[in-house]
């Protein structure tokens, strides 16, 4: 019987995940498809030997308290992995764990294919990973075109399959959330961690309150990325004096793209959901709250500079959304910024019009599709 091993260490890729083990079952319907993943995998068929939960980490600080309880998963997935033996290894983004556990592989002589499904941001920092990953990998699926230039074909095939999210939101049927026609909506994305939230919310709180006191007609929308948040969320709502509760309602991260369609405005961490928010067309203000110290490494030891740091940015090569990284976050900057696009309609269109633009750059490819077709080609060789 055929087997195939996923891995999927946070939410976007459990999200890609879920399409693959669909496509990957109609490819092999007895196939045995085992790994990690969240939620929707696990409700897609995967036979799941660890959460995905497990390996939910976020900056440089939590990794290194999280170290001994990595450590432990990835002998433990090793040693199944090396007794299992499955024809193919397909790594879901999460680089830093992914690409060690790759190697350690590779240096046992594991007897299947290994890939990867999303490159790590190689032509941002890390360039030494490029030489390692083709030496380790037996096959590379990228989501931009552009990452197809950064290796050797001679050493490591390359597959553009396009970005997910360019087919998923062509093919979309939502309606969009219902909120009276009076109001305008802004919609809020503080995170899908524990720790985002604490970093990201209480900020957009107090903006959304000024904002607010400018201009009445507006109604927020605030996405929850897991329902076990909410409460969290309620308790901050409290503690920032946000008194016009019938003004913001909170929604599950499932109707993200309903919220989307009826957004004028976003405020949103720094993330996937950027590039969802570009490809709706929705005006958004990126924002990325991270400790000093994170701050300190990205900047001194890593030595991370960047001309832009949101997705779309980087996409377009030019600012589309305005970044508020860092430093740069802070209530007045956010509240500068959400207030030239409210006040502007000529703002707002002519930032929906470079989304427009920038969702031209994107093959829309069926990713999920051309990564099971080429899996069944690795294993047939």
Known sequence: ???????????????????????????????????????????????????????????????????????????????????????????????????????????????????????????????????????????????????????????????YVGHPLVHRIAADSSTPIDIHPQYR???????????????????????????????????????????????KLDEMLRMQGFHARDRILFIESSQNASLMKRSTLAIAKSGTNNLELALFQVPTVVTYGISPLDLFIAKNILRIRLPHYCIVNIIAEKRIFPELIGPHFTEKTLFSHADRLLGSPQALQECREKCREMGKLLENKHPEQEIAKTIKSLISQ
């Open 185 to 231: 909506v802004v919609a809020l994305f503080p995170g899908s961690r524990e720790k985002e939230l604490l970093r990201n919310f209480p900020m957009q709180l107090r903006v959304a309150k000024n904002l607010l006191n400018k201009y009445p007609d507006l109604f927020f929308v605030v996405s929850v990325a897991e329902p076990s948040f909410s409460r």
């Open 1 to 159: 019987m055929t087997s195939i091993f996923l891995f999927a260490g946070e939410t976007s890729g459990d999200l890609h995940g879920e399409k693959l083990i669909l496509s990957l079952k109609n490819q092999f319907p007895q196939a045995r498809l085992f790994g990690v993943g969240g939620p929707k995998m696990r409700a897609a068929g995967l036979e799941c030997i660890l959460p995905m939960e497990k390996f939910q980490v976020m900056g440089f600080v939590d990794v290194f308290f999280a170290l001994p309880r990595l450590i432990r998963q990835f002998f433990r997935l090793r040693k199944t992995l090396l007794k299992e033996k499955p024809d193919v290894v397909l790594f879901i983004d999460y680089p830093g764990f992914n690409l060690a556990l790759a190697k350690s592989l590779y240096k046992r002589a594991f007897p299947g294919k290994i890939c990867h499904y999303i490159c790590p941001s190689v032509w941002a920092w890390g360039k030494k990973r490029i030489p390692k990953m083709e030496n380790i990998l037996d096959q590379l699926f990228v989501i931009f075109p552009f990452e197809t230039n950064l290796f050797n074909p001679q050493k490591l095939p390359v597959h």
